[in-house]
């Protein structure tokens, strides 16, 4: 005797106690990508999908009439000359994995508005045309909350102003 695996297609209740298996004979190959179907690539011809370059961030912080502090974080970046997009889609995280859409622009600049201080922060910016999007570019900020000093000042001078005495 053969045995043969058969697939449950349906099943219909005839009474109480009754039912009409529908089965249809198992192949492999349609499971398991065997039958060498041709591979169609429905890439429209000619799109090319480019990363964005020189991604920059940039903190803003200020407290708004009401009292209350308010963080957000700039973002701009460009492309390289003679390469095109559709439109960018910005999207964000706290930890470079789950990230969180935030928009979809036709601009080369974005201001994320939801920022929280003291935590760092990711931003990925990708590239979209013909209906399909880039890898992206990530780059990523640590928010202060406040304004930091420079790190780097050399040597700084105080001059008092001739004019007015109560002037620096």
């Known amino acids: 005797k053969a045995v043969k695996k058969f697939r449950l297609v349906g099943v219909e209740r005839d009474g109480d106690l009754k039912c009409k298996l529908n089965l249809a004979e198992y192949c492999e190959g349609v499971y398991s990508g065997d039958l060498n179907y041709q591979i169609v690539d429905y890439t429209p011809p000619g799109s090319k999908l480019y990363d964005v370059s020189n991604l920059s961030l940039a903190e803003e912080n200020y407290r708004a009439k009401d009292g209350t502090n ?91 102003d001739p004019t007015d005495n109560t002037k620096v």
């Not at 931003?123 to 979209?128: H, L």
């Open 70 to 160: 308010v963080s957000l974080l700039h973002v701009s970046w460009t492309l390289q000359r003679s390469q095109s997009a559709d439109e960018f889609v910005v999207y964000y995280c706290e930890d470079g994995i789950s990230w969180k859409y935030f928009e979809s622009t036709q601009n080369m600049l974005s201001t994320i508005t939801t920022i929280v201080p003291l935590r760092t922060y990711y931003v990925k910016i990708c590239s979209a045309s013909s209906g399909m999007q880039s890898a992206g570019t990530i780059k990523s900020l640590y928010i202060t909350g406040k304004d930091a000093p420079p790190s780097d000042i050399p040597s700084i001078t105080a001059v008092i």
